[in-house]
């Protein structure tokens, strides 16, 4: 049976990867930072290793010995939640990376699936994007084959807004007119699975439905029976609060960058999910 090695089993996709391992005959390895972690990590996989990507020190050869492909959605959390002052640089790329370099110097690895975020060469000055584009970049040059996984939005994204759609704060950065669609996470894990046999290279896939940006914070409010008109921030605001956001928290300053950035473009991914944003929410309200 191949073995395959788990980074960011503990998050929304990582954990719906473990799941569509689990359904396929694969052997489970996945890390977790913190013993508590591994414990509840246990149950659903053959083996955990306490380690934490970003810390070298803690990464012994025997993590990726016997492992036959890899698959990484170690990345720091989009989440408002998430007060940790790591950057995306710090866990999306540097933690990736001391991976990597493990990978290459101890393992025998088929394949490295990594999962990064779509258009993301398209946004070079935002930490985010940048974190994810240059570490794809070394994996594609590292001489392991990999595939490089490019959704938009997962639909667990937008569960962190429910609590604030019940106090009625539902707000949206400047017009809010362009479109994305976002798609589930399991059918991004499904595409990782996927991948490990695929001759691919990179795989971009969204939603099957594309939405306004205004019209998806519509959509959580409506979710929880708020149907309020969303507050309209205009960009001459967030953009006159960022610079001091980015002096006292650096980290902060990154996420809030990262939203006010994708509100500016249209990101529409191939459609290849089917699985609708409306059933999601309508199933974790
Ligand atoms: N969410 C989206 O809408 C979206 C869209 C496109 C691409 N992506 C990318 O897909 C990947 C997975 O996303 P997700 O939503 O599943 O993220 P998530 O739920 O926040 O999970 C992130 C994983 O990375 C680990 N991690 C975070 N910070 C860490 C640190 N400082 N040191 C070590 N481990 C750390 C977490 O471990 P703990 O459980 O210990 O915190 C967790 O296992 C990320 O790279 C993300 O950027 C996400």
């Known amino acids: ?21 689990r359904q396929r005959a694969y052997r ?9 972690k591994a414990e509840q990590l246990k149950p659903s996989v053959n083996e955990v290793v306490v380690c934490d990507p970003t810390k070298p020190e ?56 990594y999962v990064a975020a779509f258009s993301g ?12 584009e240059t570490f794809a970049q070394a994996l594609q040059q590292s001489g392991i084959e990999a595939t490089i996984i490019k959704p938009p939005a997962l639909f667990s994204a937008f569960l962190d807004l429910l609590p604030m759609a019940r106090k009625g704060r539902l707000a949206s950065v400047g017009p809010g007119d362009c479109l994305t669609n976002p ?42 029976g708020k149907n ?15 610079p001091m956001v980015r002096l006292v928290n650096r980290s902060l300053y990154e996420k809030a960058a990262f939203f006010v950035e994708v509100t500016k473009t249209d990101c529409v991914a191939p ?3 089917h699985l609708r944003l409306e059933d999601y929410l309508a199933e974790h309200v």
């Open 1 to 21: 049976m191949e073995t395959v090695l788990v980074l960011g089993g503990t998050g929304s996709l990582g954990s719906s990867i473990l799941e569509v391992l």
């Open 28 to 36: 489970i390895r996945a890390t977790a930072r913190t013993p508590l």
């Open 58 to 113: 803690t990464l012994q050869p025997s993590l990726v010995q016997g492992v036959d492909y890899i698959i990484s959605a170690l990345g720091k959390s989009l989440s408002l939640s998430d007060t940790s002052r790591a950057s995306f640089h710090d866990v999306d790329f540097q933690g990736n990376l001391n991976l990597l370099q493990l990978a290459q110097a101890h393992g025998q690895i088929k394949k490295f699936v």
């Open 121 to 132: 060469e398209k946004h070079p000055n935002v930490a985010y994007f940048k974190a994810h």
């Open 183 to 224: 798609i589930h996470e399991h059918e991004v894990a499904e595409a990782c699975v996927q991948a490990l046999t695929s001759p691919e290279t990179v795989v971009e896939l969204g939603g099957p439905v594309s939405y306004s940006r205004l019209e998806l914070v519509q959509l959580v409010g409506k979710a929880v």
């Open 228 to 242: 309020k008109p969303v507050t309209k921030v205009p960009y001459w605001l967030v953009n006159s609060f960022l």
């Open 271 to 273: 459609k290849k999910g």
